[in-house]
Nanobody
Framework: QVQLVESGGGLVQAGGSLRLSCAAS????????MAWYHQAPGKQRELVAV??????NYAESVRGRFTISRDKSKNTVYLQMNSLKPEDTAVYYC????????????WGQGTQVTVSS
């Protein structure tokens, strides 16, 4: 089983920055993709950013403000969020697609990000 532990959420003023981390553990032979999603109250979960061996991709709403990166040696993915806006307020979830004893599509527990105006 692949387990994910997230950290780094919190309360920040508009224009501020936060960095989220997500560490994957378990029997992992390879990771195909690591991603961040967010879900605001009353809305569906949406993809924020994804990183694969082929590169990165971002939602239009965060492009130029957020940066996704990974440390392969630690099986950890990061989301650097700059120039935060109140509309970025949501629960942020880490997602990892990995191959271990089988194929895993795992989710983190979620971390709250609140941006005040």
């Amino acid at each position: 089983q692949v387990q994910l532990v997230e950290s780094g959420g919190g309360l920040v003023q508009a224009g501020g920055s936060l960095r989220l981390s997500c560490a994957a553990s378990g029997i992992i032979f390879s990771i195909n993709a690591m991603a961040w999603y967010h879900q605001a109250p009353g809305k569906q979960r949406e993809l924020v950013a994804v990183i694969t061996s082929g590169g990165t991709n971002y939602a239009e709403s965060v492009r130029g403000r957020f940066t996704i990166s990974r440390d392969k040696s630690k099986n950890t993915v990061y989301l650097q969020m700059n120039s935060l806006k109140p509309e970025d307020t949501a629960v942020y979830y880490c997602n990892v697609q990995a191959v271990g004893t089988k194929y895993y599509n795992s989710w983190g527990q979620g971390t709250q990000v609140t941006v005040s105006s």
